[in-house]
């Protein structure tokens, strides 16, 4: 018996063991169907009663049956144009079934106005607040963009201000050409009081399977009409391996035939604890924002997601509500530094 693959097979069976289901999809075969094929008919029964028809009878009925040849093409078009539906109408519902995250999202941020809110604070003090932000993109899988708000909270001009990072091993900052690995990069503005500005920083980055702390400086001069003053602010530069990972959509069956597929390897489990009553729409809405994965199908307790690493790592995560106060998370992908370091990720969201 040929068994059947589903990207949400463990949700038909809750009681199937997580690792169990991880090892089972693993060996298990994914069916191949031919679209050109032709099915099976099974010919009809023939009735008693048309062996009474005599042979004259037959020949007429037949020649009269006959389609005409704009009925064939006519025919055949209309088919052609059922098979063209029915495949849209097929991709539109997958779309559908991926975009319930995109709308959980939406109406978590309804009310929401601050286009900063998925920012982070890097440093601050009485005079000036840095909040940041890192993009990651698949297309340049050794480089990140940093982007830096800054925000002058005094009523005394900023000038001068320089952006410095230390690099390390794995991570270095781009400056300018002739500059030192100690050089700071200058900021290209200035802040009159009580005004915000961006600066967008590249790193480049040579592994990206586990997070990242990098100590910086921001220096600035702080102008008064009585004089002028230099401060500086320390920062730690904070790159958590899902900043690495962009959302992308996959369809279903290209989710289960890497499920199935033999080229993810690194395989682990972890039961996470949760605010007590804490619904799993929340939880899942909360874990796809931070983690940056989408949504490829769910059920009424538990959901398949996906991600991709700006290096092609593929991400397999299923996520199933244990009660009211845990939940489970399975992840496959193909090294496993990257799969405790996302499992982590996801312990301390909701320790936080």
């Known amino acids: 018996m040929v068994m059947i693959l589903s990207s949400l097979v463990f949700l038909s069976n809750l009681q199937l063991d997580d ?9 298990a075969p994914v069916p191949q169907t031919d679209a050109k094929q ?13 062996d009474k028809c005599d042979s004259k009878q037959i020949a007429s009925d037949q020649n009269s049956a006959s389609p005409k040849p704009e009925k064939i093409k006519e025919k055949k078009k209309k088919e052609k144009k059922d098979k063209k539906e029915k495949k849209k109408s097929k991709k539109v519902d997958s779309q559908e079934e991926t975009s319930t995250l995109d709308t959980l999202l939406m109406d978590a941020d309804v009310g929401t106005d601050d286009p900063h809110k998925n920012y982070s604070i890097l440093g601050e003090d009485p005079n000036l607040q840095m909040l940041y932000d890192i993009k990651a993109n698949v297309k340049d899988k050794h480089r990140a963009i940093v982007s830096v708000i ?3 909270l005094s009523d005394a001009q900023l000038v001068s201000l320089e952006f410095n990072v230390l690099d390390s091993l794995n991570m270095k900052m781009h400056r300018n050409i002739g500059d030192s690995s100690h050089d700071p990069v200058k900021v290209p503005f200035q802040l009159p009081p009580g005004t915000t500005n961006e600066g967008q920083f590249a790193f480049s980055v040579d592994s990206i ?10 220096t600035y001069i702080l102008k008064r009409p009585d004089g002028s003053t230099s401060e500086k602010i320390d920062f730690k530069l904070n790159f958590p391996v899902s900043c690495f990972i962009v959302q992308t959509v996959v369809e279903k069956d290209y989710f289960a035939n890497l499920l199935a597929g033999g080229t993810l390897t690194e395989k682990q489990s972890m039961t996470i604890n949760i605010p007590d009553g804490l619904e799993f729409d929340s939880v899942l809405a909360k874990v796809c924002s931070s983690m940056h994965t989408t949504v490829v199908e769910r059920a009424e307790l538990g959901a398949s997601l996906y ?3 700006m290096q092609q790592h593929q991400l397999l995560l299923l996520v199933k509500l244990k009660g009211n106060d845990s939940i489970s998370v399975d992840i496959k992908t193909t090294d496993g530094h990257l799969v405790s370091s996302i499992l982590k990720e996801i312990r301390d969201l909701f320790q936080a």
């Open 19 to 27: 690792m169990d289901f991880w090892l089972s999809s693993t060996d």
């Open 209 to 218: 399977v586990m997070p990242q702390w990098l100590r910086g400086t921001v």
């Open 307 to 309: 991600g991709l690493s």
């Open 38 to 50: 032709d099915p099976k008919v099974e010919p009809a029964q023939k009735s008693p009663e048309s």
């Open 150 to 152: 800054f925000r002058n």
